[in-house]
């Protein structure tokens, strides 16, 4: 493995563009390490010194110091991203959720499992912004939706994955029943930190720090079986170094690049996609399900736990289709339908909340809640389930796709990264704000997020041109076709080149030059 990577490993675009995902994963593993933990005793009890459940407003500071240290180390990746490269960032990541896992293991009070999981957070923050990065670069345009979607995917494992070990370990007495999947979860992280020195880096990172023949060489593994006259790989090999000399000519990179013509476009774009994506509710439905679904009426630890892992399986079950199709589909179909039909559900299950619910009293707190109607209560359930699977199908997967494939290469690592941290601020404030929005407004807060959904729906049919099944210097002629606000006018055939037209546009270069 001289070449710092394994080739055989390069040679194939799954692999290579899947293992890093492992990164998304943990994201998964904390969002059910604290949803089947809500109705623990042994947590409750632990991480609240009058022994009673956390308030609703504590219990929201715990799972929101995750969020909070995320948007942290999704900043961070302006500056790791560029300066280490993308593979050194995502093994910083995941040293970093070790360290974080052992605390939250050994946590004795609600100050050290915070501490423990804002550095998780951290952690999540850095892998979920620079592991789409990594995938985009280092994929063919063909594949490039899918590969990015298994981010999402690896999501959704993760979530289900710990759920079961949280659901296992809710058979022990004891703090037990928490600590060992907590100190379990490190396990990935370790498995993704030791992997991905077999992995290249980036060749468009490369080339842009002057490493060209690193680049060509690992694109040829890439794309061409080794073969660096392969016309793939020297179309892909011109087309990354015409764009990162032409931005060169623009400057030093800066944050007030983001603000230049052509590129404030997309950061607004990419940021606003992933505000949308934690204001359909969705992470909502996934932190707190234990809460959504006692409030429907659903009663018994074990039930709620059985039917909270039915919700997780369908998630991991309905990424599949997009994964498979979202480079086909393309990803303004998604994003419209899939807010379209979210927005339904909600308004149903508010609507069933609404007209079936009284205020009563859960876990000894007054709440409104479902009471002595199974029918309601099963119908909230599967409407909860048809909006999980709806988002799974749709807005999961291609919510990380096109915030990592819109940026031109010199401000890549850095749009990406605030797009991400937008992300991570609204789950933030959502993680903190759900559980009283929850306690006092009650079925109004999915008719809350539904409004929010019906409102992304419009966002992106008038402002998302279509990006699908095109390189990352394609998509440059995407957005030079303007249509701000009339985005279904850019046809899905803009930008297709092929390696004639890549080196008569680098021969018309170098003649204007010399003229």
């Known amino acids: 493995m001289g070449k710092g990577y394994n080739a055989r490993i390069a040679s194939n675009p799954y692999i290579v563009g899947t293992f890093a995902c492992i990164g998304g994963g943990?994201?998964?593993?904390?969002?059910?390490?604290?949803?089947a933990a809500l109705n623990n005793p042994a947590y409750t009890s632990t991480f609240n010194n009058i022994f009673v459940q956390p308030t609703a407003n504590a219990q929201g500071a715990i799972v929101a110091s995750m969020p909070a240290g995320s948007l942290i180390g999704a900043l961070s990746v302006t500056y790791l991203g560029d300066k280490l490269g993308r593979k050194k960032t995502i093994i910083l990541a995941a040293l970093f959720w070790v360290i974080g896992s052992i605390l939250q293991c050994a946590s004795v009070n609600r100050g050290m499992l915070v501490v423990g999981r804002i550095i998780s957070g951290i952690s999540v923050g850095i892998a979920s912004t620079v592991v789409p990065v990594y995938q985009s670069e280092i994929a063919a345009p063909e594949i490039r939706g899918r590969l990015v979607a298994f981010q999402q995917w690896s999501i959704t494992w993760g979530i289900l994955l710990q759920y079961f070990v949280q659901f296992g370990c809710s058979y022990i007495n004891g703090t037990a029943s928490f600590r060992i999947p907590w100190g379990l979860q490190m396990i990935p992280a370790i498995i993704l930190a030791l992997g991905m020195i077999a992995f290249p880096e980036s060749p468009r990172w490369l080339v842009d720090h002057n490493r060209e023949a690193e680049a060509l060489e690992i694109l040829a593994d890439l794309h061409g079986g080794g073969n660096q006259q392969d016309d793939l790989v020297v179309l892909e090999f011109e087309e990354i170094k015409s764009q990162v000399y032409f931005e060169r000519t623009e400057g030093a990179k800066s944050w007030s690049d983001l603000l230049k013509p052509g590129v404030s476009r997309r950061v607004v774009l990419g940021s606003s996609l992933q505000m949308w994506s934690q204001l359909t509710g969705m992470n909502v439905m996934m932190y707190y399900v234990v809460y959504v679904f006692e409030g429907a009426g659903l009663t018994g630890r074990r039930?709620?736990?059985i039917?909270?892992?039915?919700?997780?399986?369908?998630?991991v079950s309905f990424t599949v289709p997009a994964i498979i199709y979202i480079d086909k589909w393309g990803r303004r179909p998604m994003f419209i339908y899939g807010c379209l039909v979210m927005g339904f559900w909600l308004y149903l299950v508010g609507g069933l909340q609404a007209r079936f619910g009284q205020w009563g009293t859960l876990n000894g707190a007054t709440t409104w809640v479902v009471v002595n109607n199974p029918a309601a209560t099963k119908a909230i359930i599967v409407c909860s389930y048809f909006f999980v699977s709806s988002f799974a199908i749709t807005m999961g997967p291609a919510s990380w796709a096109y915030p990592a494939e819109i940026f031109p290469m010199r401000v890549r690592a850095k749009a990406v990264s605030l797009s991400t941290a937008t992300n991570w601020l609204f789950n933030f404030a959502l993680a903190w704000a759900a559980p009283p929005m929850?306690?006092?407004i009650q079925w109004k807060t999915y008719f809350v997020f539904g409004t929010f959904n019906f409102a992304a729906c419009i966002h992106f049919f008038f402002c998302f041109p279509e990006t699908a099944q095109r390189s990352l210097e394609e998509i440059e002629d995407v957005f030079a076709q303007g249509h701000e606000y009339s985005a279904w006018a850019v046809s899905r055939s803009v930008g297709k080149k092929d390696l004639a037209d890549v080196l008569a546009h680098k021969v018309d270069e170098k003649e204007s030059v010399d003229a």
């Open 303 to 305: 039930a709620n736990l």
């Open 26 to 35: 943990l994201f998964g593993l904390d969002i059910s390490s604290m949803s």
């Open 438 to 440: 929850l306690a006092n």
């Open 307 to 315: 039917a909270d892992s039915v919700q997780y399986v369908l998630n």
